[in-house]
């Protein structure tokens, strides 16, 4: 669905006629959001079908979440057991040999019709309130994330939606906690001394000049990407970079509650 409003929006509005520029490449995540503390183990049967329909859906590039996440940082035995869940699909479910295995059930082309039919229509509405940079700034996307959020939860409460091991199928220790990740206590002293040596040890001019560029280059509108670069290999630190595009951009406070609401 994606790639077929992807390649009617860059043809039709764009008017792009090489081939390879209305191909779209998919990055796919499975769903940290559809994870549940409640019996963790589930969400290794929930990572792996998400995993899978991402396959089928011919994506590029995979990551599948840890069945701990719900509680913490993945500890290594998770993230490990998730990288084995995408070599499994890989090496043994044999549905990597196809682009689109589905391609022409009438389940599935109905589906992708559906969506493609929702997401043009969105994308209209999203065009008739005066863009997308419109409508981050008067709040609209996240008042739609937000209600779309809250009326899940609520379907999920009233047992509208089933989710095993929340509100159905529910067992006596779904309340336990599986191992979870611990920080090295000492990893943020080392880090301070790090940062504390490279600042000792660099060039500091430079690194001045470097962030002076980029301040410049920010003021007046210019792509801010090779100052950026020049001041990383001048060993500027990712918060002296960051605060000197703050000093010129200032910060995006999120809009008011119910600002830009409504349909």
Same mark, same amino acid.
């Given at each position: 669905?994606?790639?077929?409003?992807?390649?009617?929006?860059?043809?039709?509005?764009?008017?792009?006629?090489?081939?390879?520029?209305?191909?779209?490449?998919?990055f796919?995540?499975?769903?940290?959001?559809?994870?549940?503390?409640?019996?963790?183990?589930?969400?290794?049967?929930?990572v792996?079908?998400?995993?899978?329909?991402?396959v089928?859906?011919?994506?590029?590039?995979l990551?599948?979440?840890s069945?701990?996440?719900?509680?913490?940082?993945?500890t290594?035995?998770?993230?490990?057991?998730?990288?084995?869940?995408?070599?499994?699909i890989?090496?043994?479910?044999?549905v990597?040999?196809?682009?689109?295995?589905?391609?022409?059930?009438?389940?599935?082309?109905?589906?992708?019709?559906d969506?493609?039919?929702?997401?043009?229509?969105?994308?209209?509405?999203i065009?008739?309130?005066?863009?997308?940079?419109?409508c981050?700034?008067?709040?609209?996307?996240?008042?739609?994330?937000?209600?779309? *959020? &809250?009326?899940d939860?609520?379907? =999920?409460?009233?047992?509208? #939606?089933? @989710?095993? /091991?929340?509100?159905?199928?529910? %067992?006596?220790?779904?309340?336990?906690?599986?191992?979870?990740?611990?920080?090295?206590?000492?990893?943020?002293r080392?880090?301070?001394?790090?940062?504390?040596?490279?600042?000792?040890?660099?060039?500091?001019?430079?690194?001045?000049?470097?962030?002076?560029?980029?301040?410049a280059?920010?003021?007046?509108?210019?792509?801010?990407?090779p100052?950026?670069?020049?001041?990383?290999? *001048? &060993?500027?630190?990712?918060?002296? =970079?960051?605060?000197?595009? #703050?000093? @010129?951009? /200032?910060?995006?406070?999120?809009? %008011?509650?119910?600002?830009?609401?409504?349909?």
């Open positions: 669905a994606a790639r077929r409003v992807w390649s009617d929006i860059v043809g039709d509005r764009y008017g792009a006629t090489v081939p390879d520029s209305r191909a779209l490449r998919i796919a995540f499975s769903a940290g959001s559809s994870l549940t503390a409640q019996q963790p183990l589930n969400n290794v049967v929930r792996t079908l998400a995993a899978l329909s991402a089928l859906g011919s994506a590029q590039t990551h599948t979440a069945f701990d996440e719900a509680f913490a940082t993945p290594a035995d998770a993230a490990r057991l998730a990288l084995r869940t995408q070599q499994v890989m090496a043994e479910a044999g990597t040999g196809t682009a689109d295995p589905l391609g022409g059930s009438w389940a599935i082309e109905s589906l992708t019709a969506i493609a039919r929702d997401v043009t229509a969105l994308l209209e509405r065009d008739e309130r005066g863009g997308a940079l419109r981050i700034a008067d709040g609209w996307f996240v008042n739609q994330l937000e209600e779309g *959020a &809250y009326l939860q609520l379907a =999920v409460e009233r047992g509208e #939606r089933e @989710v095993v /091991g929340v509100n159905v199928h529910r %067992a006596d220790g779904d309340e336990l906690t599986p191992e979870t990740f611990a920080a090295d206590p000492h990893s943020e080392r880090q301070v001394e790090r940062l504390a040596a490279l600042r000792a040890q660099r060039d500091g001019a430079a690194v001045t000049a470097a962030l002076d560029r980029l301040r280059d920010a003021a007046d509108g210019r792509n801010t990407v100052a950026t670069i020049d001041a990383i290999r *001048a &060993y500027a630190t990712v918060g002296e =970079v960051a605060d000197t595009l #703050r000093a @010129v951009f /200032g910060t995006r406070d999120r809009p %008011a509650a119910g600002t830009g609401a409504g349909s």
